[in-house]
């Protein structure tokens, strides 16, 4: 669409804005007061970050009611377009993917929304929210004009938006703007042709009226190719010394209207391997409280984080690959559990110094229960399964290929190739950096070798026989979800090497572990002979009754590795306590059962303790800074 098509469409506006008339719903840009207008009054919203895929479903109206309480008068909405289309035209829209309860309920307790439907998020999620299966055409060109990508992204658009244009605060819904991208101006492309499409297809599905923003790191430089005429060009940033000096970038770009913080950062993220982040409520609290003063609208980012359950944590890319933690707790107003911190509480008296705040008390801290020690037992290793967990059988392929060349998303493959000759001295098996997306555990005749990590150790010794069964099990981490690098494809990448020789003629197993806990395996399966206590990646399953409750706990992996935990088929994501510093996962009391006993089927891929158990506390810990092993460059 050229710049006239855009001052028509913004025309058509001005005259349905006429043509309302008073009284009617409205929500609008007034540049000359430099505020928003709700209903023709002027209006400031503050604002507050939670993603209902980072909750679980029967707690959102815990949550929504906290932020209510706290004196929000907005929330601010994700939409992960991976979470809601994992395959090209099939649409999931069901359980926690509930998009239409999440945003009922917002309007039920009396919050406004403001919505990001992307396409691209960031968010710390899997690929910033873009799906995978962009990447079975190799050479599409994310985020930009590039055809194929358009097409992808126009068919999302055209399911999603018109089931939000009726929810739009004009037409009697609670939704009073719609960010377009996200921080685009920090993307590589650059592509303005590519916001103008996006522009073009968000009125052509929602309408005239509806405000359009964009949002970009508060620099001129990354407003400058994040913002575009007929988008409300709006920032992000966290606490700071001068929050004039914060807003000028926005300035350059909006002369006139409302000052808007986009994401004012409450906490920040964590990576595997890294300090635990945090800050002070005392600064968060200040900060919010200047920019109050200054007259503008904030939105907290985030006021509830949550948890990257599943497969769903996304990663960055800063000299090294660094995935992000299961807990996306963020240091946030409520906790990853949902309850108030003294952070709350700061930002809370501050909001009340600027608007009243509702009536009654702060719905306390959801109840915590420390379910104990539960004893596991190893049912099966992971190889004497390949028939239940890759049912189609094995691809066979000279050379490697990628998840996406075989089309699995998330979690795991197998590699499996033979010695090409007998290995009596120790030859190194290696693979170019990058080679091993993210990393892959190796096995010998089924008996364990150790672990190759993308930007880490990139050689094992290994000494066999010719014909030896020589296994590597691909575990994708997460894809990048910002920066250059976010076509960021799982598997071998590349071919590797037993000392000189190139290895070839692999069977490649896509692994769906899920569908088969999903069936109820392995606690239906008979039991496995194996129970040999060695290493390796194997499945270790228990169960625990709970005292009549179903309370919120947290699981502690004494002497564990690194895996996936699932409880009653629920996947609760990754655990790695030898990195850190995350030691707890959180697991929802809505997950448990009373009266039935609460099964556990654990993925452990390199090593379980002598005596397995698992301990359920009443509390998080997400602190155990620990230093950078063997194998894990600096940062
Ligand atoms: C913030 O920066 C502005 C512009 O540089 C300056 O005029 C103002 O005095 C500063 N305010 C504070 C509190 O330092
Ligand atoms: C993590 O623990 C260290 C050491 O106990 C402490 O200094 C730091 O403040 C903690 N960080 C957070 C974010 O709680
Ligand atoms: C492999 O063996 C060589 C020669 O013994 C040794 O120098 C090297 O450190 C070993 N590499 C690893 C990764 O163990
Ligand atoms: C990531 O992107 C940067 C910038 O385009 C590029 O220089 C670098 O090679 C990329 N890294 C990988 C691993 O693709
Ligand atoms: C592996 O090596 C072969 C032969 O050199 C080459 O054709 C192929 O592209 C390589 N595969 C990968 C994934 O690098
Ligand atoms: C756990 O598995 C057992 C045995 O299959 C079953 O009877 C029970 O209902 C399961 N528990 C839950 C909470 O699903």
């Known amino acids: 669409m050229g710049p006239g098509a855009g001052a028509l469409l913004l025309l058509a506006a001005a005259v349905l804005q006429l043509t309302a008339g008073a009284g009617a719903r409205s929500f609008q840009v007034d540049r000359a007061n430099d505020c928003f207008r709700k209903d023709g009054a002027p209006f400031r919203y503050v604002s507050g970050s939670i993603h209902y895929a980072r909750v679980p479903r029967p707690a959102w109206r815990d949550r929504l009611l906290k932020m209510y309480m706290s004196g929000l008068n907005a929330v601010q909405v994700y939409v992960p377009w991976n979470y809601h289309e994992p395959l090209p035209g099939l649409y999931d829209f069901t359980g926690d993917r509930d998009l239409w309860s999440f945003l009922d309920l917002t309007a039920e307790l009396g919050l406004l929304v403001i919505l990001r439907p992307g396409p691209y998020i960031c968010a710390e999620w899997e690929m910033g929210g873009l799906p995978a299966w962009l990447l079975w ?31 739009l605060y004009h037409n009697g819904g609670n939704i009073i703007s719609i960010q377009v991208e996200n921080e685009y101006g920090s993307y590589w492309a650059c592509d303005y042709d590519y916001l103008r499409h996006l522009l073009a297809s968000f009125r052509a599905r929602l309408g005239g009226q509806v405000l359009l923003f964009t949002t970009d790191g508060n620099s001129a430089a990354e407003l400058r190719c ?64 200047d920019m109050l003063q200054l007259g503008a609208n904030v939105n907290m980012y985030m006021f509830q984080g949550g948890t990257n359950f599943g497969y769903w944590s996304g990663a960055d890319y800063k000299g090294r690959y660094k995935p992000v933690t299961t807990s996306y707790d963020y240091d946030a107003p409520l906790s990853e559990a949902g309850d108030p911190t003294d952070k709350l509480f700061a930002i809370r008296t501050v909001i009340g110094k600027f608007q009243p705040l509702p009536e009654g008390p702060m719905p306390p801290a959801t109840p915590k229960y420390a379910y104990g020690r539960v004893p596991l037992r190893k049912q099966a290793e992971l190889l004497e399964l390949l028939e239940v967990l890759c049912p189609a059988g094995p691809i066979p392929s000279r050379f490697p290929l990628t998840f996406e060349a075989v089309k699995q998303a998330h979690g795991f493959v197998l590699y499996r190739t033979r010695l090409p000759r007998d290995v009596w001295d120790p030859a190194p098996l290696s693979a170019p950096r990058h080679g091993v997306c993210d990393l892959g555990y190796a096995l010998l005749d089924g008996v364990y070798q150790g672990r190759l990590e993308r930007d880490g150790q990139t050689t094992l010794n290994l000494t066999g026989r010719a014909g030896a069964a020589l296994d590597l099990l691909v575990e994708n981490m997460g894809r990048i979800n910002f920066g250059a690098n976010i076509s960021d494809f799982k598997g071998l990448l590349r071919n590797l090497s037993l000392g000189s020789t190139l290895l070839s003629d692999w069977l490649i197993y896509p692994l769906d572990v899920d569908a088969a806990v999903a069936r109820g395996w392995p606690q239906a399966a008979p039991r496995a002979e194996s129970s040999r206590a060695r290493p390796g990646p194997a499945f270790y399953t228990g169960a625990f009754d709970t005292p009549g409750i179903a309370w919120d706990t947290f699981v502690k992996f004494p002497g564990w590795s690194k895996g996936q935990l699932w409880i009653n088929g629920f996947n609760l994501g990754r655990y790695w306590p030898v990195r850190g510093p995350q030691q707890t996962l959180f697991v929802p009391g809505s997950l448990l059962s009373a009266s039935a006993p609460n099964n556990i089927t654990l993925l452990e891929l390199e090593g379980a303790p002598p005596r397995p158990f698992v301990l359920f506390l009443d509390r998080p810990l997400l602190n155990q800074t620990v230093s950078p092993g063997p194998g894990l460059p600096p940062a």
């Open 226 to 289: 994040g913002t575009l005429q007929g988008l409300y060009a709006t920032v992000d940033f966290g606490p700071g010394p001068n929050i004039t000096e914060a807003f000028a970038p926005q300035r350059l770009f909006e002369p006139k209207g409302p000052l808007v913080n986009s994401e004012y950062y409450t906490g920040w993220l964590d990576y595997w391997g890294e300090a635990h982040a945090g800050s002070s409520p005392a600064q968060v609290a200040q900060g919010l409280q």
């Open 137 to 167: 055409k190799p050479d599409i060109v994310l985020r930009s004009s590039d055809p194929a990508y358009l097409r992808a992204v126009d068919s999302w658009l055209g399911v999603l938006l018109p089931r939000i244009e009726p929810r």
